[in-house]
């Protein structure tokens, strides 16, 4: 959709991918149900995944629909409220480690060496070939663009978009944002305690760093970082103007827009790759407050004129 209120303050056409408008409210979905797909194929009984809360919100609903398995690995007390209730309504074994997302990726990755279990994180090549249909959509639906603005965690989503690009023969820009305090590719090196209000972000060595950092360099792009009062300035802007809930990761694609402006392009995509219920405690505690009212007229007409 084109985001006119973001438009006027970047001075560019800004339009929004909205990704979570996906079954599960999130872009993982179109990686997830190809990955979900070849693991059954290849026979495997069970799916495991490292998480910041949406690939294992995904990954359990793939699995579920799929008769397998899953088990979800996620960092303790760090994932958005959403997604957890997502994974255990979906039957997952959600474990809560006590670790990082790195710490658990690394984990899960040998431990889909030693078991018959499909590791169904964006390293998984199935992963990527699902999610560049989001660059097929917009280029069908938009023609050329200037532009990608996209959030970078684990790198495995701006990889996917260059590769769905780069098959139609399209070359945006690929501007990648990160949270300040989890901004590895940014400084060129692991950060080791990434810590950001984008929890869905909050990755300190991202496993497509090599990819990410192609991306960039091939379309003239740029990875760069934006401050948590950004993100949530961003967020904020999005819902109040736009009328979109996306999750605070997801505006960081717009926080960088805000900031830096169109630089020269006139055209832009930006992906919101969750919903904002996925969080719906950063929104409450970031939002403004409910007013209490006794169920009488006057109560009632000073609360809502007053
Ligand atoms: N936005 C949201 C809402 C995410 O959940 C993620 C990643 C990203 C952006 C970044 O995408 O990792 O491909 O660079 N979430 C992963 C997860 C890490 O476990 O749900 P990326």
Not at 152 to 174: H, L
Not at 186 to 214: K, Q, Y
Request: with cysteine; glycine share 10%.
């Amino acid at each position: 959709m084109l985001a006119e209120r973001v438009s006027e303050r970047v001075g560019a056409e800004v339009w929004l991918k909205l990704e979570g408008a996906n079954p599960t409210g999130s872009f993982k979905d179109r990686g997830m149900t190809c990955a979900v797909s070849a693991a059954v194929r290849e026979g495997a009984e069970a799916v495991i995944c490292a998480s910041t809360g949406n690939t294992a919100a995904s990954a359990a609903a793939y699995a579920a629909r799929a008769g397998l398995r899953g088990a979800v690995i996620v960092p303790e007390g760090k994932i958005a409220t959403g997604k957890l209730a997502q994974a255990l309504m979906h039957g997952a074994r959600v474990i809560a480690l006590r670790g990082n997302f790195d710490a658990a990726l690394a984990l899960v990755r040998e431990l889909a060496q030693r078991h018959p279990i499909a590791l169904v994180n964006s390293v998984n090549p199935f992963r990527l070939e699902g999610q560049k249909t989001a660059a097929f959509e917009l280029v069908d639906e938009l023609g050329a663009l200037d532009a990608l603005s996209i959030p970078v965690g684990n790198a495995g989503n701006i990889t996917a978009y260059w590769k769905g690009f780069q098959e139609t023969g399209a070359r945006p820009r690929m501007l990648g944002w990160q949270a300040a305090g989890a901004a590895p590719l940014v400084h060129g090196a692991p950060v080791e305690r990434p810590e950001t209000v984008a929890s869905a972000i909050r990755i300190g060595n991202p496993a497509r760093w090599e990819e990410a950092m192609g991306a960039m360099a091939a379309s003239h792009g740029a990875i760069r970082a934006v401050s948590d009062a950004e993100i949530l300035d961003a967020y904020r802007f999005l819902a109040a103007h736009e009328g979109v809930f996306c999750e605070p990761a997801s505006a960081a694609g717009v926080a960088g827009l805000l900031k830096h402006g169109a630089e020269d392009s006139r055209r832009i995509a930006c992906v919101l790759t969750g919903h904002g219920l996925k969080d719906p405690q950063t929104a409450l505690t970031r939002a403004g407050s409910v007013l209490p009212c006794e169920p009488e007229l006057p109560a009632v007409e000073h609360a809502v004129l007053g």
